[in-house]
């Protein structure tokens, strides 16, 4: 604790050797002293958007706070005491942690879902994040509003489809040949005239090792890169247009405007988004690569399990293990994956704080 002194907050008057408050100061000390007062009365005026909030709150209670009470059961074992309540399971510390990084057959299981994880993390991250910035760029320098609505609702659309929708379409575009009497997809039948594989193409195109990641990040493009450039453009429409007049001035063409108008203006909201990007760096849903492995459960019949399988996948199967000791198991795989995508915000914003001095928090 820092030791305050008088000088600290009063001024010193050497003719009478006294000390008094500048009006400044009183004034602090006024808003000090009725802070809590004054933001009563705040929230009281305003009430109308505060009820507003309410929902929003309700929400993040049941779904994201409330479900941290189970987080306790990759710390207990299920298979003791009441099977209704993990407070009554006897606690086992980290014994799951471990089982997952040193048992000889869960181990291999875990580290290849979480390195598939990160690998596929890793690409939508490398390709995902700069084209919503590439769309909202390319969105300015459209001049027709009608134009540009038009486009702009083409690719907002995919990101009101469901997955079932989406996934039922790549499995349709990428068909095999061994789909009984149903015809090749249209996108594997351009393949096969490029010269593919044969048993991929008999197998599916998004069932194969081959193929499968490349499928699912341009997928995954197609699907949200629209609808996550909303926040890009409208940093970038909020560019003074005096920026672009100056630039004119000296001479600067399209492409040397974006390079040291656009992107220096916006540069801000980049990393803020980039930060945040990261934060969900590991979070890979599983229901999309769920659904994409839903047709083949045997071994022979999925083969893009070694590359697909996830850590959520991974922990929804053994959640659905009838050995409870695996519910932990997946419970720990989980929060492991959560941890680690904390570390990453931790980090991505440090260095953003001393590099650019913007930062998330």
Known sequence: MFKLKCDDFLIYNEETGTYYMSDEQKVRDETERNRW?????????DWRLYIMLVPMLIVYLLWKYLP??????????????????????????????????????????????FRNTFTTAFYGLLFGFPMP??????????????????????????????????????????????????????????FSWFG???????????QTTQYYRAIYIITDLWEH?????????????????????????????????????????????VVIMLIMKIGSLLSVGYEKIYLLLGEGRGEGAMSNYEVAHTVSTLANEW???????????????????????????????????????????
Not at 197 to 203: E, P, T, Y
Request: charged letters at 15%; hydrophobic letters at 50%.
């Open 37 to 45: 007062k004054n933001t009563g009365w705040t929230v009281l005026k």
């Open 133 to 190: 910035i590439i769309l909202a760029l390319f969105f300015n320098e459209v001049k027709s509003n009608v134009v540009r609505s038009i486009m702009q609702v083409c690719v907002y659309l995919p990101k009101f489809l469901s997955t079932v929708i989406v996934t039922s379409l790549v499995l349709v575009l990428f068909r095999g040949t061994s789909m009984g009497t149903q015809s090749i997809g249209i996108v594997s039948t351009v």
């Open 225 to 269: 890169a629209g609808y996550d450039s909303i926040v890009f453009f409208a940093a970038v429409i909020a560019v003074s247009p005096t920026s672009y007049e100056a630039a004119q001035i000296d001479g600067a063409g399209k492409m040397a405007q974006m390079r040291y108008v656009v992107i220096p203006s916006i540069l801000s909201t």
């Open 319 to 361: 959640s659905e293990a009838d050995d409870k000791e695996f519910k932990a198991l997946g419970t720990a795989a989980e929060m492991l994956n959560n941890l680690i995508g904390m570390i990453l915000v931790i980090g991505a914003n440090k260095i953003a704080r001393t590099a650019s001095d913007v930062s998330l928090y």
């Open 196 to 206: 593919a594989d044969s048993a991929a193409l008999n197998n599916g195109l998004v």
């Open 68 to 113: 941290m009470y189970e987080l306790m059961g990759c710390f207990k074992n299920p298979t003791t005491g009441d099977t209704m309540h993990v407070s009554t399971y006897y606690w086992t510390g980290l014994k799951y942690f471990s089982t997952l990084f040193t048992d000889k057959i869960i181990s291999p299981d875990f580290w290849m879902a």
